[in-house]
């Protein structure tokens, strides 16, 4: 039973109470590639991404990582969410410890790498995002763009196989911003799977396999970046393409 | 004798005090043991009832929060004379040590409880979010995450809550445990002068001015910038 695609998401529906916030996904990403999803506030976005890694129970259907049934009952999920790296919007880091130290805790309790072994992995995994050197930093010590390519080797450290972006720089000064792109970018060329939640349209034209759009709590249509960006189908993805651009 | 001297000699007299100073020594150190017995037990308790809370059990949960509410509003003194004067009529009877030992225990326990959860609730979902993400279980989470960012907020709450309720082990006069307060009294009515009253006095400051300043030191120490 292989499944060609690295995350499988069907039927997904998610609900807060009476509200429906996810009202029947379909959404699937092949190996390496790169899905951008776009969307108005509040249409679904987070949710969708932290159901992937069940940080968010769906109500129904079924999300499918690396072959395996996230929703099925007996998975450890624990296991499963290393193989699922999740970056977020306000990075997240643990303010009362290192950059090393925020990428060791998982090495160690996760995986249980001895000390040395996991000090060892972290270094490798900061200087893959250029943090090498801030390795004893604390996360105050540290501008945005910083701490959020701490948080990108907190989350590679485990070598995942599929990576979740959730607005990664838009809590970021714009001068920041190209420094936390460009090590997607070199993650992109690398070989990563990523879904990435984000308004940055130039690095989605650049990069982007696929770009989807969100509305309401459905997909409402998905292509290529320049069919998105210069022809889409329809009027909602048109109209906040328009709002995005201006903005 | 003009007021002064007759001042001096009510609370300041130096026979008084050299006869009633073994006395008062004694109050303090079983003081000292009785404070460090409930600090540690009643910070233990407290953490580990917010530790259980955060698991969700809903029914345990109840069980907790109604320990917490009735502790809390209970006056120590209440609980003390109930423990020692009515449990023996079932069958349970325990020193007067025992009994203060266990009421502010319990008391600290309560209010350390609800401190520890505040302190636990405060933290962003963010920090649960990015460690769950990567793995970690939801204990591994409250141990390496959020507990010690949670401790930083409680260090002066729990600080201020700790001294108001060690200060109770004066009510162990009410129960016959020879604590400061139950020495001073007692030497103030064999020798008919108030001079061990200072005495002890000076011996709860003695105990716990360095517990305030201690307390001060922990809060400026834990206190780190937040981002
Ligand atoms: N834990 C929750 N409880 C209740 N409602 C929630 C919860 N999380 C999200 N929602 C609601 O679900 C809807 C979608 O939220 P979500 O965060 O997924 O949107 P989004 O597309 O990421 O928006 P944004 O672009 O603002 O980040 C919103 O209306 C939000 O209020
Ligand atoms: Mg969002």
Redesign the interface.
């Known amino acids: 039973m292989t499944n060609p695609y690295l995350l499988d998401v069907r039927g997904l529906h998610k609900s807060f109470g009476h509200t429906e916030v996810l009202a029947g996904i379909d959404f699937q990403v092949a190996e390496r590639e790169l899905v951008f999803v776009i969307g108005p506030s509040g249409s679904g976005k987070s949710t969708l991404l932290r159901c992937c890694n069940l940080l968010e129970e769906p109500t129904s259907g079924t999300v499918t990582v690396d072959g395996v049934d996230l929703t099925a009952p007996g998975v450890d999920i624990n296991k499963m969410r290393q193989r699922i790296g999740m970056v977020f919007q306000s990075f997240n880091l643990y303010p009362h410890m290192t950059a090393s130290g925020n990428v060791t805790l998982a090495l160690r309790k996760v995986l249980k790498q001895g000390r040395a072994e996991a000090a060892e992995t972290a270094l490798a995994a900061l200087e893959r995002v250029g943090m090498a050197d801030k390795a004893e930093a604390f996360p105050n010590e540290l501008s945005g763009g910083q701490q959020q390519r701490v948080a990108i080797a907190r989350a590679l450290a485990l070598e995942p196989k599929i990576m979740l972006f959730d607005e990664p720089t838009s809590a970021l000064d714009p001068e920041l911003v190209g420094s936390v792109l460009k090590v997607m970018q070199d993650m992109r060329e690398s070989g990563m799977t990523m879904v990435v939640v984000s308004h940055e349209m130039q690095f989605a034209r650049a990069a982007a396999d696929r770009v989807t759009f969100i509305d309401g709590g459905l997909i409402v249509e998905e292509g290529p970046p320049e069919q998105m960006f210069s022809n889409p189908t329809f009027p909602r993805t048109r109209e906040f393409l328009a709002r995005v651009a201006h903005a | 004798m003009n007021d002064w001297d007759r001042f001096v000699f009510s609370f300041f007299n130096s026979d008084v005090i050299e006869q009633y100073l073994p006395s008062i020594v004694d109050g303090f150190f079983l003081t000292c043991l009785l404070a460090i017995q409930i600090v540690v037990a009643g910070i233990a308790l407290g953490l580990v009832l917010a530790l259980i809370r955060s698991l969700k059990f809903t029914p345990v949960d109840l069980l907790i929060v109604l320990y917490a509410d009735l502790l809390r509003a209970l006056p120590p003194l209440v609980l003390i004379i109930l423990f020692y004067f009515a449990l023996p009529s079932v069958g349970i009877s325990m020193s007067g040590f025992t009994v203060v030992w266990l009421t502010l225990t319990l008391v600290l326990g309560a209010f350390a409880e609800e401190i520890f959860r505040a302190g636990i609730v405060s933290i ?1 979902k ?2 649960w ?9 939801h204990i ?1 989470t409250l141990i ?2 959020v507990l ?2 949670a401790i ?1 907020i409680t260090v002066p709450p729990l600080t201020n809550r700790t001294i108001a309720i060690t200060k109770n082990t004066a009510l162990g006069s009410v129960v016959g445990v020879g604590e400061i307060l139950n020495q001073a009294t007692t030497a103030q009515s064999f020798s008919g002068n108030a001079s061990p009253l200072m005495l002890g006095a000076a011996a709860y400051l003695l105990l716990f001015i360095p517990v305030v300043v201690f307390g001060r030191w922990i809060e400026t120490r834990f206190a ?4």
């Open positions: 962003d963010g920090q979010q990015a460690a769950r993400s990567t793995g970690l279980t591994q390496s995450v010690p960012q930083r780190w910038k937040r981002q």
